[in-house]
């Protein structure tokens, strides 16, 4: 059952493929491109409308002709505006910022006017289900956004989403499937919990741990003049001891080397969550720190361009 299904949604993505002809990540929507069905209450209107033309025509009744056809009227004035809602509309959407996996990719979306009628109404339907309701001003353009699940590291595609029209009615409803071409980088989950960095591990290079550093507690000194009172130990004090200066250790040299090696044991997976989250805990604390996976070396370094170049090579590394 589930292969069939599986078949069954390669035929459909075929077929819109050849049908909408996308390319690139700007899409204008054109008559081969919008679909249109009749709603729910569109059904029981037309069952309605089936209703009174019977009996106009058992009894004769011209009154009834008379709001039969301007039902008839109405339901056609309808199709037509709620296809010219969509038709014309332009889409374009650009990279999601990189996210960690188990998040979502927001990709951001441009929907452009070029006409001068207002476009109420239009919703923009998430992979999810979830909807986004949103309304372009006549010339001019609106932003919305589609939040994609990023179960796995690596590049993700934003994939199919639909735009739809309800407006005025809610007697039909037009839409149109989108697939554009733009992607986000996915990084490992770091891992949970405490994650001492790799300081005993052989990660050091040209340094040791010692006090006077940021990073760890390491112990208690008599106060002296011109020490922070950030350092101060406000507790000793509240005991009625003498005041006491905290002393935290950091790293001499300041070098920190986060190896492939240094995480054996581990299964591929947990280990690119273990370099991450030591990347993360590295960059909040301050050190400088390079990264070694095979095939891949990366210069110590610091800052949130050296951050996002080591997490992208965890996202796209092939064990």
């Given at each position: 059952?589930?292969?069939?299904?599986?078949h069954?949604?390669?035929?459909?993505?075929?077929?819109?493929?050849?049908?909408?002809?996308l390319?690139?990540?700007?899409?204008?929507?054109?008559y081969?491109?919008?679909?249109?069905?009749?709603?729910?209450?569109?059904?029981?209107?037309?069952?309605?409308?089936?209703?009174i033309?019977?009996?106009?025509?058992?009894?004769?009744?011209?009154?009834a002709?008379l709001?039969?056809?301007?039902l008839?009227?109405?339901?056609?004035?309808?199709?037509?505006?709620?296809f010219?809602?969509?038709?014309?509309?332009?889409?374009?959407?650009?990279?999601?910022?990189?996210?960690?996996?188990?998040?979502?990719?927001?990709?951001?979306l441009?929907?452009?006017?070029?006409?001068?009628?207002?476009?109420?109404?239009?919703?923009?339907?998430?992979?999810?289900?979830?909807?986004?309701?949103?309304?372009?001003?006549?010339?001019?353009?609106?932003?919305?956004?589609?939040?994609?699940?990023?179960?796995?590291r690596?590049r993700?595609?934003?994939?199919?989403?639909?735009?739809?029209?309800?407006?005025?009615?809610?007697?039909?409803?037009?839409?149109?499937?989108?697939?554009?071409?733009?992607?986000?980088?996915?990084?490992?989950?770091?891992?949970?919990?405490?994650?001492?960095?790799?300081?005993?591990a052989?990660?050091?290079?040209?340094?040791q741990?010692?006090?006077?550093?940021?990073?760890?507690?390491?112990?208690?000194?008599?106060y002296?003049?011109?020490?922070?009172?950030?350092?101060?130990?406000?507790?000793?004090v509240?005991?009625?001891?003498?005041?006491?200066?905290?002393?935290?250790?950091?790293i001499?040299?300041?070098?920190?080397?986060?190896?492939?090696?240094?995480?054996?044991?581990?299964?591929?997976?947990?280990?690119?969550?273990?370099?991450?989250?030591?990347?993360?805990?590295?960059?909040?604390?301050?050190i400088?720190?390079?990264?070694?996976?095979?095939?891949?070396?990366?210069?110590?370094?610091?800052?949130?361009?050296?951050?996002?170049?080591?997490?992208?090579a965890?996202?796209?590394?092939?064990?």
């Amino acid at each position: 059952m589930a292969a069939s299904l599986g078949h069954l949604d390669q035929l459909r993505r075929r077929w819109l493929t050849r049908r909408l002809a996308l390319t690139g990540r700007r899409a204008r929507l054109h008559y081969r491109r919008i679909f249109i069905l009749p709603s729910r209450a569109g059904l029981v209107f037309t069952l309605m409308l089936f209703g009174i033309w019977l009996g106009a025509v058992n009894y004769n009744n011209n009154m009834a002709f008379l709001l039969c056809f301007l039902l008839i009227g109405l339901g056609v004035s309808a199709k037509i505006h709620t296809f010219r809602n969509l038709l014309g509309l332009e889409v374009e959407m650009d990279n999601a910022p990189a996210v960690f996996a188990g998040g979502e990719a927001i990709f951001p979306l441009r929907l452009q006017n070029g006409e001068r009628r207002q476009r109420v109404g239009l919703e923009v339907i998430h992979p999810s289900d979830d909807i986004q309701a949103v309304d372009v001003p006549a010339g001019g353009e609106a932003t919305a956004s589609l939040a994609v699940a990023a179960p796995r590291r690596g590049r993700l595609k934003a994939g199919e989403f639909r735009i739809r029209s309800r407006y005025p009615t809610g007697l039909v409803t037009a839409w149109s499937w989108l697939s554009l071409e733009a992607e986000a980088l996915v990084y490992p989950a770091p891992e949970a919990g405490e994650v001492p960095l790799p300081f005993s591990a052989g990660g050091t290079h040209g340094g040791q741990r010692t006090v006077d550093g940021d990073d760890d507690f390491h112990s208690l000194r008599r106060y002296q003049p011109g020490d922070s009172l950030r350092q101060v130990a406000w507790h000793t004090v509240a005991r009625g001891q003498e005041l006491q200066t905290k002393r935290f250790a950091g790293i001499a040299g300041g070098i920190l080397w986060l190896r492939w090696a240094d995480t054996d044991g581990l299964a591929a997976e947990h280990r690119l969550s273990r370099l991450c989250r030591w990347i993360l805990d590295a960059e909040e604390a301050g050190i400088r720190y390079g990264l070694e996976l095979p095939g891949l070396h990366l210069k110590p370094d610091h800052g949130r361009t050296h951050r996002n170049r080591c997490l992208s090579a965890l996202a796209l590394f092939q064990p």
